[in-house]
């Protein structure tokens, strides 16, 4: 089966969450179901921005590898080659986090 490529539109990103940390208190174990989000995620694809008053393009303030934190409920859950990642808009990214 062929790798599908995904390109999102406008001013959609394309988001691979981090993994949840497992934690562990008092001795019990929470389940996969029970975890919270996670808040920080890597861009994987950026759309070409959104349309000015004036017609033009606005270019995303976020680039492809960039590493974010985005609102737990926030976007779309999307499984592209197995892959679970998350399409959302360029006004849910909270911040972008610089090393």
Known sequence: M???KIKPLFDRIVVRREEAR???MG??????TAK????E???????QGRRGDSG???APVVKEEDKILLGKYSGTEVKVN???LVIIREEDILAVIEN
């Open 27 to 32: 001795g019990i174990v929470i389940p996969d």
């Open 41 to 47: 995620g890597t861009v994987i694809a950026v759309g």
């Open 82 to 84: 197995g892959e679970d």
């Open 36 to 39: 919270e989000k996670p808040m």
């Open 2 to 4: 062929a790798e599908v």
């Open 56 to 58: 033009e393009f606005i």
């Open 22 to 24: 497992e934690v562990i």
